[in-house]
């Protein structure tokens, strides 16, 4: 799956916690040590599964429930791996995501009550053994992000709607995850100024990966 040296990185958070701003440093940072790097996001990110993405972050909030997101969410990292993902890292490209199948675990699951054990098992029919080699998740309060995430530009997405419950639910499932996976999980205080948080970032992925 991967070439010579490659690695899959994810970055993770609730909503408005500054992931594609810290993945922005993060490539620039990597692609100055020479490293080449393909950022993508999801769901999205492949042509394939940016059609997906439509129908998941638009419209009512009860448009779909918890299983046929979970599905839909599955199907566009499916369509991501394969014509994406999977293609970069064997050419010896590394790959950073903005939220993977942590994000599923983490609004499907602990947000919708989705159980965990059936997320699992349509991790192994879509995605199978293949797992990302770090994941940085970023936590701050859930009042901090949703006001973050209402003035940045573009509409809100039908998750933002979900209300705070639910996003609480959300932080805490990103937090048990990070506590249930620490080899592969580093949880990063998020709360802090931009060049703090890019610190702790850049920092994080010096421990984990030597880079
Ligand atoms: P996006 O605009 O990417 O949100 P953000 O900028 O906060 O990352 O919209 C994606 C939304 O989809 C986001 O609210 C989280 C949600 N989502 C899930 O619920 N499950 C998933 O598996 C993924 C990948 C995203």
Redesign the pocket.
Same mark, same amino acid.
């Given at each position: 799956m991967r070439g010579t040296g490659a690695r899959f990185i994810t970055l993770e958070?609730?909503?408005?916690?500054g992931?594609?701003t810290h993945i922005r440093y993060l490539a620039e940072h990597l692609r100055g040590l020479g490293i080449e790097v393909v950022t993508t996001? =999801?769901?999205?990110g492949s042509p394939g599964a940016e059609v997906i !993405?439509k129908l998941?972050?638009e419209g009512p909030s009860e448009a779909w429930d918890a299983t046929a997101? #979970?599905l839909l969410?599955?199907a #566009? !990292?499916r369509d991501l791996l394969v014509h994406t993902i999977w293609p970069a890292l064997r050419q010896g490209q590394w790959v950073i995501s903005? !939220?993977?199948?942590d994000?599923?675990? #983490?609004?499907?699951g602990y947000?919708h009550g989705l159980a965990l054990a059936e997320i699992e098992t349509l991790y192994r029919l879509a995605v199978g053994d293949f797992v990302p080699d770090f994941t940085v998740i970023l936590d701050l309060p859930v009042e901090t992000g949703l006001k973050r #995430?209402a003035t940045r530009a573009?509409s809100e997405? !039908?998750? =933002?709607r979900f209300g705070t419950d639910f996003h609480q639910r959300?932080r805490e499932g990103f937090r048990q995850i990070a506590a249930a996976e620490p080899a592969r999980c580093v949880l990063i205080d998020a709360d802090a100024p931009l060049d703090t948080v890019r610190a702790r970032v850049l920092q994080a992925v010096r421990d984990r990966l030597g880079v």
């Open positions: 958070g609730g909503e408005g916690a992931k594609s996001r =999801e769901p999205g !993405r998941l972050v997101e #979970a969410m599955f #566009a !990292r903005d !939220r993977f199948a994000s599923t675990r #983490a609004y499907q947000g #995430a573009g997405n !039908r998750f =933002e959300v």
